[in-house]
């Protein structure tokens, strides 16, 4: 065994890859309600992708809220069963969530279905979101991410992190590009650091036109463009 993967297994867990996740999450959230409603949304190949946008963050936020559920917090209780009551808080706020971002997938698809269906729907369905999502975003990095650090080591991580991965080169290379738009190079570091180096360069040099193709059509020309990953203290900003 390496020194480095002696340190992996007795450091807590460096759980910097959630605040990461999440800045992206609160990011292109508020970058759909900068946009729809105004006249830049009308245009239909950018009305369009603004639905399949909101359906991609729905898959992806489902994707994480299972992997929370079903590898990250059952291991964090197995290391430290005092955990158990903040663990099953985040399940809970997990089922309050679900219901709102199945309405913004509904909005979205009928967006879709429907050329005349007008972007207040998807308008409200967002703000329905945020209402139980944004504080539980919060309280996750908050509360929950200095727990789970003191529970797991970091080789722990590193192992249930990688179980999420899954999808082809380029469903993981849009996946990246989305997480590192807009980072500042630490930050990048952390989400690209890990992967090895063959792959790495294939996936942050190679395979980077199609995430940069759909930021372009989503967000060029807009208020939407300018926004940042947005840190828990952040969102308010961009909002009021």
Not at 112 to 117: C, E
Not at 118 to 140: F, G, K, Y
Not at 156 to 177: D, I, K, N, R
Not at 209 to 225: C, Q, S
């Amino acid at each position: 065994m390496t020194a480095q993967q002696i340190d992996q297994h007795t450091v807590p867990a460096d759980t910097r890859m959630m605040g990461i996740v999440h800045s992206a999450l609160r990011r292109d959230l508020v970058r759909l309600r900068l946009v729809l409603g105004t006249p830049a949304a009308a245009e239909p190949r950018r009305r369009a992708a603004l639905a399949e946008h909101a359906i991609w963050l729905m898959d992806f936020l489902h994707h994480h809220h299972t992997g929370e559920d079903e590898g990250l917090y059952p291991l964090v209780v197995r290391r430290n069963p005092a955990a158990a009551q903040l663990c099953e808080r985040m399940d809970v706020d997990h089922d309050t969530i679900t219901p709102a971002m199945d309405g913004l997938r509904a909005a979205a698809e009928r967006h879709l279905a429907d050329a005349g269906s007008p972007d207040t729907h998807l308008l409200a369905a967002l703000a329905a979101l945020d209402e139980p999502l944004v504080p539980h975003l919060a309280r996750e990095e908050l509360e929950m991410m200095p727990v789970v650090s003191a529970s797991i080591s970091h080789a722990e991580w590193v192992e249930w992190h990688e179980s999420m991965v899954e999808g082809s080169m380029s469903s993981l290379a849009f996946e990246g590009h989305w997480l590192i738009d807009g980072l500042d190079e630490e930050s990048v570091q952390v989400v690209v650091g890990p992967v090895p180096a063959v792959p790495r360069f294939i996936l942050v040099k190679l395979l980077g036109g199609a995430y940069r193709r759909r930021r372009a059509l989503l967000w060029h020309g807009t208020r939407a463009e300018a926004v940042p990953p947005l840190t828990v203290d952040d969102t308010r900003s961009w909002t009021s």
